[in-house]
C-alpha cells in the first residue's frame, strides 16, 4: 500500500464504520474505487505530490459521519452519527458497572446512590427484577440526554466548520477476529479457573437423587497440578479477553494463542504422566491423552498456518482493490 | 456554479437549494445508459451541472433503495465498479419528474413577466 491509497484507506474505513453493517462491505468497496480512479486521473495530470492529491480529493468527499449519514434512507434520527459512537461508549460503561455493582449486590454488598438522574438502588430487600428495571429505567435516561443533545445542535456540524483529512485515524494492524471464538474461550476459561480454583466439587457425575447420587470427578490431589493449570489457564483468558476487546488479532496475539495452544498439550502431558488428577484415572487418562493429542495436530496446523500468513505478509494492512 | 454570488452571499444558498430540488431528476435524466459514479458526476459536470462526490454517490445507493436504479459490479479496465441503471419503475418516475419541471417552469416563466 502506498501513500496516498493508505490516506483513501483510512478514509473508507472511518466513513464505513458509521454505515450499517449490512451495506457497509458493499459501500465501503465501491467508495475505495471511486475515490482511487478519481486520484489516479488527478496525478496523470497534475504536478503534485500524490499524497497531497488524495488529500484533496477526500477533503472535498466530505467528513466521514456526514458521509455516511447520506448513504441512509431519509427518515429522522434520534441520535445521529457523530454522536451515536459516545452514545455507544457511554452505554458501555454504563452496562459495565452496573453489572459490576450487580454482582458485588448478589455476592452481599448493600448500597444505594444517585448520579442523577441515574439510580443505583442495590439495598437489601430489592429482588433481581427490581434491579432490573432500575438498569432500564437508567438506559431511558442516558438515552433522553443524548437525543436532547442531538436536537440541541451538540452533534451536528455547522455547514462553514471545515474538517481536517490529516486527523484520519491510521489504520489498526492485523486481521479483524470474530467475537464468537474468544467469548467461548473466555466463557470456557473462567468457568475452568474458577472450578479447579474454587468450586472443584462442580465437576462430578449425580447417579440419583440426592447427594448420595453425586460423585466428585477430580480427585483430591489433583491440587498438585493447579499452578500448571493456571499457568496455562490465566493468560488464556486474558489473551481472549484482549482479542474480545480489540478485535483484531496481529502477529502478536497469533504467535501467543499458538504457544498457550502447545503449552496446553504439555501440561495435560503432565497430567496423564503424572497423576492422579480424576478419581477415575484408568478410564480418564486415554481421555485425557487423546484430547492432548489433538491440541498438538491443531497447534501444528496453527503454527503452519501462522507462518505461512507471516510469509505472505497477510497480517500487514490489507491492500486497496482496483490499484 | 453560482453566477454573481461571493461565498458568504446568502444567494449561494438559495442557488444550492434550488440545485438540491433537481439533483434526482437530473441524475435520473443523465442515466440514459449505464453509468458509474465517477463517469456520472464528470457527465453532469460537463453539461454544467457541478455535483459533489459526497452528495452524487449516496443519492445513487439511496436512489437504488428506492426501486428507481439498480446496479451491478462489473470488471473494466482492471478495475471493479459499480455500474447503475435506470429501472422500468425509475423511468416511469423520471417522465413524471420531467412533466413536473416543464410545468414549473412555465410558472415560473409566467411569475417574472
Redesign the interface.
Known amino acids: 500500500m502506498n501513500e496516498w491509497s493508505e490516506w483513501i484507506e483510512r478514509y473508507v474505513r472511518e466513513v464505513s464504520r458509521h454505515l450499517p453493517k449490512g451495506s457497509r462491505a458493499d459501500v465501503a468497496e465501491e467508495l475505495r474505487s471511486l475515490l482511487a480512479e478519481q486520484v489516479e486521473e488527478r496525478i496523470a495530470v497534475a504536478d503534485r505530490p500524490a499524497e497531497e492529491i488524495a488529500l484533496e480529493v477526500i477533503g472535498g468527499f466530505g467528513e466521514p459521519s456526514e458521509v455516511a449519514g447520506r448513504y441512509a434512507p431519509d427518515r429522522a434520527l434520534l441520535i445521529g452519527p457523530r454522536l451515536f459512537p459516545v452514545f455507544k461508549i457511554a452505554v458501555g460503561i454504563y452496562l459495565g458497572v452496573y453489572a459490576a455493582l450487580t454482582a458485588a449486590w448478589l455476592a452481599g454488598y448493600s448500597m444505594t446512590f444517585y448520579v442523577l438522574p441515574l439510580r443505583f438502588d442495590f439495598s437489601e430487600g430489592r429482588d433481581l427484577v427490581d434491579v432490573s428495571f432500575t438498569a432500564l429505567a437508567n438506559l431511558g435516561f442516558l438515552l433522553l440526554a443524548f437525543v436532547l443533545l442531538q436536537w440541541s445542535g451538540v452533534g451536528s456540524r455547522s455547514a462553514s466548520a471545515g474538517w481536517d483529512p490529516r486527523e484520519l485515524p491510521e489504520l489498526p494492524d492485523g486481521e479483524p477476529a470474530s467475537r464468537v471464538d474468544p467469548a467461548i474461550g473466555l466463557a470456557f476459561g473462567l468457568y475452568f479457573l474458577l472450578t479447579f480454583n474454587v468450586a472443584p466439587e462442580w465437576f462430578g457425575f449425580a447417579f440419583g437423587a440426592g447427594d448420595e447420587g453425586y460423585v466428585p470427578l477430580l480427585h483430591p490431589e489433583y491440587r498438585a497440578f493447579l499452578p500448571w493449570l493456571n499457568a496455562w489457564l490465566i493468560p488464556g483468558v486474558l489473551l481472549d479477553a484482549w482479542v474480545l476487546w480489540r478485535r483484531r488479532r496481529r502477529l502478536a496475539e497469533r504467535t501467543a494463542e499458538i504457544a498457550l495452544e502447545v503449552f496446553g498439550v504439555y501440561v495435560l502431558l503432565r497430567i496423564v504422566a503424572g497423576g492422579p488428577f480424576t478419581r477415575f484415572d484408568q478410564a480418564f487418562d486415554p481421555v485425557i491423552a487423546i484430547v492432548a493429542i489433538v491440541l498438538a495436530l491443531v497447534a501444528v496446523v496453527h503454527t503452519v498456518q501462522a507462518v505461512d500468513r507471516v510469509r505472505t505478509r497477510r497480517l500487514m494492512r490489507p491492500e486497496p482493490t482496483g490499484t | 456554479m453560482v453566477h454573481g454570488a461571493t461565498q458568504s452571499d446568502p444567494l449561494t444558498g438559495l442557488v444550492h437549494e434550488i440545485r438540491r430540488g433537481a439533483l434526482v431528476l437530473a441524475v435520473l435524466a443523465a442515466l440514459r445508459s449505464e453509468e458509474?459514479?465517477?463517469s456520472l458526476l464528470k457527465a453532469l459536470a460537463e453539461r454544467g451541472l457541478e455535483i459533489?462526490?459526497?452528495?452524487l454517490?449516496?443519492?445513487l445507493?439511496?436512489l437504488e433503495?428506492q426501486g428507481l436504479l439498480s446496479s451491478r459490479w462489473r470488471v473494466e479496465d482492471?478495475?471493479?465498479?459499480?455500474y447503475y441503471r435506470v429501472t422500468d419503475e425509475g423511468e416511469r418516475i423520471r417522465a413524471r419528474l420531467l412533466a413536473e419541471w416543464r410545468d414549473l417552469d412555465e410558472v415560473m416563466e409566467e411569475l417574472s413577466r
Open positions: 458509474y459514479g465517477w459533489e462526490e459526497g452528495t454517490y449516496p443519492l445507493r439511496r433503495a482492471g478495475r471493479r465498479r459499480r
